[in-house]
């Protein structure tokens, strides 16, 4: 055997793993597929055994491959966190998060300032990604493995907190409201409606984007006891962000979730049109690799946002 262990085919050897393809590998390596069967033919030779099966559709792993796939994995993720911490130990510490769009904008931002104040020295990655939300409970996109593959520290996820291979915990729970803008209820010569079904002689702003657990009209309205649900009036949206921004131009009702809007109940923008408020099942989780916990910036934000979404709660128990 080499006294050097080859790196470079053995990465190639668990890209190829991974992918069952490689052509596919090669595309993620960024060299040719010639290339790819050229090192794994190398690291063969090396070790004395096959490694894969050649097959007319793709790879199949030989028991040989297989014994040392896990291993190789693990390896070169201590080999890629080695690195990162190499490379930020003398500069400035980065924080890389992914959240929802809707999150990230209606929740996140008009609070992050209260975060880069108390930690000056952690830069923030934020990506706001609309795949980032629930769309089937039995096959979630989210696992140990796609945070680790983007180089992902913190998820802010919304749905029912089955992330394979995660830390996983529960940030907030949300019900659902209906809101309008005081426009609304002013142009339209409105009062506040003291009935669900007086909603259907009012233009409905519907969010149609495809995360489970979106409210819904039909819904709310079968809940209320309304039977039908055909409103004088429509739109549709396929963003919570365009619906929101609707209601707060006085387009019409919007029914959402009341922590995304939260900020424009407080500032005025939005007034919530009942006291009814529908608990929904899924929940806001704060997702990351289970060792997080020996990452200082995950720490710091994890109880950051602890505290934010704890105040208010303390606020309003202040004010009983």
């Given at each position: 055997?080499?006294t050097?262990l080859p790196?470079n085919?053995?990465n190639?050897?668990v890209?190829?793993?991974?992918?069952?393809?490689f052509?596919?590998?090669?595309e993620?390596?960024?060299v040719?597929?010639a290339?790819?069967?050229?090192?794994?033919?190398q690291?063969?030779?090396?070790l004395?055994?096959?490694?894969f099966h050649?097959?007319?559709?793709g790879?199949a792993?030989?028991e040989?491959?297989a014994a040392?796939?896990s291993?190789?994995e693990s390896?070169?993720?201590s080999i890629q966190k080695?690195?990162?911490?190499?490379?930020?130990?003398?500069?400035?510490?980065e924080?890389?998060i992914?959240a929802?769009?809707s999150f990230?904008?209606?929740?996140?931002?008009?609070?992050?300032?209260?975060?880069?104040?108390a930690?000056p020295?952690?830069d923030i990655?934020?990506?706001?990604?609309?795949?980032?939300?629930?769309s089937?409970?039995?096959a979630?996109?989210?696992?140990a493995?796609?945070?680790?593959?983007?180089?992902?520290?913190?998820?802010i996820?919304?749905g029912r907190?089955?992330?394979?291979?995660?830390?996983?915990?529960?940030l907030l729970?949300?019900?659902?409201?209906t809101?309008?803008?005081?426009?609304?209820?002013?142009?339209?010569e409105?009062?506040?409606?003291?009935?669900p079904?007086e909603?259907?002689?009012c233009t409905l702003?519907?969010d149609?984007?495809?995360y489970?657990?979106?409210p819904?009209?039909?819904?709310w309205?079968?809940?209320?006891g309304?039977?039908?649900?055909?409103?004088?009036?429509?739109i549709?949206?396929?963003?919570?962000?365009l619906a929101?921004?609707?209601?707060?131009?006085?387009?019409?009702?919007?029914?959402?979730l009341?922590?995304?809007?939260?900020?424009d109940?407080d500032?005025?923008r939005l007034?919530?049109?009942?006291?009814?408020?529908?608990?929904?099942?899924?929940?806001?989780?704060?997702?990351?690799?289970?060792d997080a916990?020996?990452?200082?910036?995950?720490?710091?934000f994890r109880?950051?946002i602890r505290?934010?979404?704890?105040a208010?709660?303390?606020?309003?128990?202040?004010?009983r």
């Open positions: 055997m080499a050097t790196l085919a053995l190639a050897f890209v190829a793993a991974r992918l069952g393809s052509s596919k590998a090669a993620e390596l960024h040719t597929p290339a790819v069967s050229q090192q794994i033919r690291l063969e030779d090396v004395d055994v096959s490694l050649r097959l007319n559709r790879l792993l030989t040989a491959g040392g796939l291993d190789l390896g070169f993720a080695a690195v990162r911490s190499m490379q930020t130990a003398d500069s400035r510490k924080l890389t992914w929802s769009p990230a904008s209606k929740w996140l931002m008009p609070r992050m300032h209260r975060f880069v104040e930690h020295s952690i990655r934020l990506s706001g990604n609309v795949s980032l939300i629930d089937d409970t039995t979630p996109a989210l696992s493995e796609t945070l680790k593959s983007h180089n992902v520290d913190l998820a996820r919304f907190g089955q992330y394979p291979g995660c830390e996983v915990e529960k729970d949300v019900e659902a409201v809101l309008c803008s005081p426009d609304y209820l002013t142009s339209h409105l009062s506040k409606p003291k009935r079904e909603l259907l002689k702003l519907h149609e984007s495809p489970e657990g979106r819904k009209w039909s819904d309205f079968k809940n209320n309304v039977k039908t649900t055909e409103a004088v009036h429509n549709y949206f396929n963003s919570v962000l929101l921004s609707a209601a707060v131009a006085g387009q019409g009702v919007v029914l959402t009341e922590q995304l809007a939260q900020d109940i500032e005025g007034l919530p049109l009942f006291e009814i408020r529908e608990s929904v099942a899924q929940a806001y989780h704060l997702v990351s690799l289970k916990a020996d990452n200082s910036q995950v720490k710091a109880d950051w505290t934010e979404i704890a208010p709660r303390v606020a309003a128990s202040a004010a």
